[in-house]
């Protein structure tokens, strides 16, 4: 019989594979152009990642898994599950200590989410806070990772 992972091997293999199925989920994203294959890939990606960093992450990790999630979900015009997931980021980083990019992307979700709820309230309210905060960020290179991001969400609906 082969000898059992220790606790510690299995942490590291959840970690490598939140990691990896992160990175692949926001690559695939980040295509103008998807096959069927891909958007499937995409969502389970993100899925698997969150799964993951539930095993092993702290609960930061969760909160930014379910950006993911909220993103992926977006794109995939799935705006129940995009608006779930969005709000759950959320109410994590309005509520605990957060980066300013963190918050920022929250609300940046939040939008893109109510953006294909055709929630156009929604969608002003948390677009106009994402702009606002994602101005805000301190970390030039933050900032201008965020405000790139931003500009691929409708700014209106």
Not at 108 to 124: K, W
Not at 140 to 147: H, P, S, T, V, Y
Request: hydrophobic share 45%; net charge negative; with cysteine.
């Amino acid at each position: 019989m082969a000898d059992q992972p220790t606790q510690e091997q299995i942490a590291q293999w959840h970690r490598w594979f939140a990691i990896e199925c992160n990175n692949r989920a926001w690559s695939l994203a980040a295509q103008t152009a998807r096959t069927p294959d891909d958007d499937r890939e995409m969502r389970d990606s993100a899925h698997a990642a969150a799964y993951h960093w539930g095993k092993i992450g702290a609960p930061i990790n969760t909160a930014r898994a379910d950006v993911a999630l909220a993103h992926v979900y977006a794109l995939l015009g799935d705006g129940a599950h995009a608006l779930q997931s969005a709000r759950q980021s959320l109410d994590f980083f309005t509520q605990n200590e957060s980066a300013d990019w963190d918050i920022a992307f929250a609300h940046a979700e939040m939008a893109f989410a109510a953006a294909v709820n055709r929630d156009a309230a929604l969608h002003a309210h948390h677009y106009t806070r994402a702009r606002e905060l994602g101005a805000a960020i301190k970390q030039d290179a933050d900032r201008k990772i965020f405000l790139d991001e931003l500009a691929k969400i409708p700014s209106q609906v």
